[in-house]
């Protein structure tokens, strides 16, 4: 095995333009096996392009590297064969029933074993006593389980999931991240696209991509880090208005009621300061907290708007 092995995947200066659309710019990333990587980024950001080109769909204008060890551009067929990819849109069949589905993926793979393999994915889901209902029946919580059980049946190695989890309930949402620690735990690399903080708080690391750029890397700690944002909790009557008010001052980069309470942040903590320094006082109480990821997003999806403009 060579050094780069390691790596499930290791590409370097990808880019992407669709006419004169740059969407991905020299993009970068190296994940190690077995690891759960977010991938987060404001819509259009260049999410969905980067995972296609990660497993083979597109053609990456420039840039190379290896996903599993196989060249991006020269052995997508073998890359392609050890990965599962949830598309951002349920892409399985809403009038074949859960059984047809999972055995019409195993055709398409050419898998052997496959009444074996369907029904212990089946078992898996806990869905055996309904594996004849219709796919589209299905709330949207177990249609993405069903597309993830579809997904693994041929035991890839590297999980690409564009935004699995979109639009489903908070419970739904925790046992599919479950299952999704638990292939981590049996060695699959998962690159997970998602707009959820909670998500991306659950995942071994993150990559957050603007504009088609990567912007920041590491784990939510050392992205929180890295922003070297101050921010402010008040609390205090009309919190809605004092964030109006806070809105576009010096030193305030962003600011969010949150209930009773308001977030304001900054990266210049003097400027930061001064700007709520008329409220520092009764009714008013405030405390510095540590920003949350989503604070920092915010601020980073500010910041490239600005780059962008
Ligand atoms: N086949 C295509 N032809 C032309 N433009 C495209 C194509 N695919 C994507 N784009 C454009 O590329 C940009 C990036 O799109 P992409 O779908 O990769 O973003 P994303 O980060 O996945 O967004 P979202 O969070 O909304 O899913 C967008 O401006 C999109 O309109
Ligand atoms: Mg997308």
Redesign the pocket.
């Known amino acids: 095995m060579t050094a780069e092995a390691s790596w499930a995947i290791d590409v370097a200066g990808l880019n992407k333009s669709?006419?004169d659309?740059h969407?991905v710019q020299d993009f970068s990333i190296q994940v190690a096996e077995g690891r759960i990587c977010g991938f987060l980024?404001p819509?259009?950001?260049?999410?969905?392009?980067t995972l296609r080109m990660l497993c083979g769909l597109l053609t990456p204008d420039s840039g190379s590297g290896t996903c599993l060890g196989f060249d991006i551009i020269g052995q997508s067929e073998q890359i392609k064969r050890q990965t599962g990819y949830m598309t951002?849109r349920f892409s399985l069949y809403e009038d074949l029933t859960i059984a047809e589905n999972l055995e019409f993926t195993a055709r398409v793979y050419g898998l052997d074993r496959r009444a074996e393999r369907v029904d212990r994915a089946i078992a898996r889901l806990g869905l055996s006593n309904r594996r004849d209902q219709l796919a589209g029946s299905l709330s949207g919580g177990w249609k993405q389980r069903l597309a993830l059980a579809s997904a693994t049946l041929h035991e890839p190695k590297l999980l690409l999931l564009d935004?699995p989890t979109a639009g489903v309930d908070p419970k739904a949402r925790r046992d599919f991240w479950d299952e999704i620690h638990d292939l981590a735990g049996q060695g699959l690399t998962v690159l997970v696209?998602t707009h959820y903080m909670d998500e991306a708080e659950r995942c071994h690391e993150i990559a957050y991509i603007s504009y088609g750029k990567l912007i920041a890397r590491g784990t939510a700690q050392d992205v929180v880090k890295g922003s070297h944002l101050v921010t402010f909790h008040g609390e205090g009557p009309e919190v809605g208005k004092l964030a109006h008010e806070l809105q576009g001052k010096p030193g305030v980069e962003t600011v969010a009621p949150f209930g009773a309470a308001v977030h304001v942040s900054g990266t210049d903590r003097r400027a930061l300061e001064a700007a709520i320094a008329p409220w520092r006082k009764a009714p008013y109480r405030w405390s510095e907290v540590e920003p949350t990821l989503e604070d920092v997003f915010i601020q980073l999806m500010g910041q490239a708007e600005d780059n962008f403009a």
């Open positions: 669709f006419g659309k969407v980024g819509n259009g950001s260049g999410k969905t392009t951002q935004e696209s």
